[in-house]
């Protein structure tokens, strides 16, 4: 063979080999999901999350030094951090994920916007990127079993907090007033229905021109019989029936029971007037003393409510002891990857080192130390002149899908040792998991059904339930048909039977 022929071969082969390397290490570092990549390398890349609440003075702040952080440790991202306000927090949600908007994780709860978010396939699936983007997070689900709850047709589309709790309800009422009024009610002594509506009755004889109450008997009655809300387009069962029937909450008889005296309250000025449309929301009125009486639960029966005076005290009250009352589900409180995110591996990359991290957690919950806290031993408390109601930062809207048990320090609303106490109160006899715990109703079978359903319940139901109509037996009756013309029965038939393929396959 010619020395130029061997030359030509050489050459060759050379710059092939040359392409090959170059390829290979070009398509590395090309991925911005590739963990192997340098993380140098990846460009910023801004997250865009939405919470419920009001924004803090110093949101922004903190989570700019939250961004810093993290790119220390090298996640390059920045935060771009929205709110809110609870009360309009469903429907603005729904309303953006019908709108193809895009953003990139979420706050939400099984008591705002989960289920129906959920069902509509508003999340992202997670099942291939938790455990590779989130190694140590989905370690700790594995260990508490509870992303069955957030698993709809075997795909994980929520991300649960990891707590135990529970809210059966306390009745409060401002101590303080009912001393001044001479008012001689003893701590524990409300623990019925009946005794609620004499504590108003009282309240208002002594401050007939205040304002006392939000609350309506509905979810005091369901208590009493014992009735576990689905949190399902009204639809619910009763604790001591062991078939779990599913049933509509309006043909219940404590649903006619509880608006009647309803009635009775809106006409005898026991629950305020504007209570069915009134979206401030109610631990605000209760913090700045807008109103004398409230419905609560443990937690807030023996954390610090923050009143924004020294001089407004609290008594509570357990309500209905005796009675059974479900522990909070895993989708109390979650976070939620929206589908149409562009970077769901930097979401779980940066909730993995806030599953890891004391110090990021800090930052998370806390904010700026020295700026939006102090440290007082391992206690994070307000600086100086701040309190809950003036924070800039601390107890913040939607942290508590953030919390996490093996950092959590104590704090002036949650003093030492209180989420020991609160784990323990949700393990005591009459605190129970409901038998449907991690059951996800799908919709897509009723989807009209629902539809109807929800609309007539907006219209015609919160009105029954605070009182305002005008013939009560009348109106739960109408209601009633109506929501039989709404396809009840076949909304019934599809829940029950995905009930109880879900208590089959325990068993």
């Given at each position: 063979m010619s020395k130029k022929k061997r030359g030509f071969?050489?050459?060759?082969?050379?710059?092939?080999?040359?392409?090959?390397?170059?390829?290979?290490?070009?398509?590395?570092?090309?991925s911005s999901n590739d963990k192997g990549a340098a993380q140098g390398s990846e460009p910023e890349v801004t997250l865009k999350f939405y919470f419920g609440g009001d924004k803090k003075a110093a949101s922004d702040e903190v989570w700019a030094k939250i961004s810093?952080?993290?790119?220390?440790?090298g996640l390059n991202v920045k935060f771009d951090i929205n709110t809110i306000p609870f009360g309009d927090f469903k429907d603005k949600m729904l309303v953006m994920a019908a709108s193809g908007d895009k953003w990139d994780m979420n706050f939400d709860g099984d008591w705002l916007s989960y289920k129906q978010m959920a069902a509509k396939g508003s999340y992202m699936a997670l099942n291939d990127l938790l455990p590779e983007y989130a190694p140590n997070l989905y370690k700790k689900y594995q260990e508490q079993g509870t992303l069955t709850a957030a698993?709809?047709?075997?795909?994980?589309v929520g991300?649960?907090?990891?707590?135990?709790?529970?809210?059966?309800?306390?009745?409060?009422?401002?101590s303080d007033l009912a001393e001044a009024a001479g008012l001689n009610i003893e701590p524990d002594s409300i623990k019925t229905i009946e005794d609620i509506d004499h504590l108003l009755r009282q309240f208002k004889q002594a401050y007939p021109n205040e304002k006392l109450s939000r609350t309506t008997p509905l979810s005091i009655y369901m208590i009493r019989d014992e009735w576990v809300d689905l949190n399902f387009h009204g639809l619910?069962?009763?604790?001591?029936?062991p078939k779990v029937t599913i049933q509509p909450v309006e043909q219940q008889p404590f649903y006619l029971e509880s608006a009647q005296l309803a009635k009775t309250w809106y006409d005898e000025n026991l629950i305020n007037r504007d209570a069915m449309i009134d979206k401030e929301g109610e631990e605000v009125q209760w913090r700045n003393g807008k109103k004398l009486f409230t419905i609560t639960s443990h937690e807030w029966a023996?954390?610090?409510?923050?009143?924004?005076s020294p001089d407004f005290k609290q008594g509570m009250s357990l309500l209905y002891p005796d009675k059974r009352y479900v522990n909070r589900t895993a989708l109390a409180n979650v976070l939620a990857i929206n589908r149409n995110s562009e970077h769901p591996d930097l979401v779980l990359r940066f909730l993995d080192m806030v599953e890891t991290d004391q110090t990021l957690y800090d930052l998370l919950q806390y904010g700026i130390e020295?700026?939006?806290?102090?440290?007082?031993?391992?206690?994070?408390?307000?600086?100086?002149?701040m309190d809950s109601s003036t924070s800039n930062y601390m107890e913040w809207g939607g942290q508590w899908a953030f919390w996490k048990p093996q950092f959590m320090r104590p704090?002036?609303?949650?003093?030492?040792?209180?989420?020991?106490?609160?784990?323990?109160?949700?393990s005591e006899p009459n605190n129970v998991n409901s038998p449907v715990d991690g059951l996800f109703i799908a919709e897509d079978n009723v989807k009209n059904e629902i539809a109807k359903r929800d609309q007539a319940s907006d219209e015609f139901s919160r009105p029954i339930e605070f009182g305002v109509v005008k013939d009560v037996d009348k109106s739960v009756k109408e209601y009633i048909e109506m929501q039989k013309k709404n396809g009840l029965d076949k909304l019934l038939t599809d829940a029950q039977k995905q009930v109880d393929e879900y208590l089959a396959s325990r068993q």
């Open positions: 071969i050489t050459l060759a082969v050379v710059l092939l080999l040359s392409m090959t390397l170059s390829a290979c290490g070009g398509n590395k570092q090309s810093e952080y993290v790119k220390s440790k698993t709809v047709n075997g795909q994980i991300l649960p907090w990891t707590m135990k709790m529970n809210e059966r309800k306390f009745a409060g009422w401002r619910g069962f009763y604790l001591d029936d023996y954390a610090d409510p923050g009143f924004v020295g700026k939006t806290y102090k440290l007082d031993g391992e206690m994070a408390v307000y600086p100086e002149g704090t002036q609303t949650y003093g030492p040792g209180f989420w020991e106490e609160e784990a323990k109160f949700a």
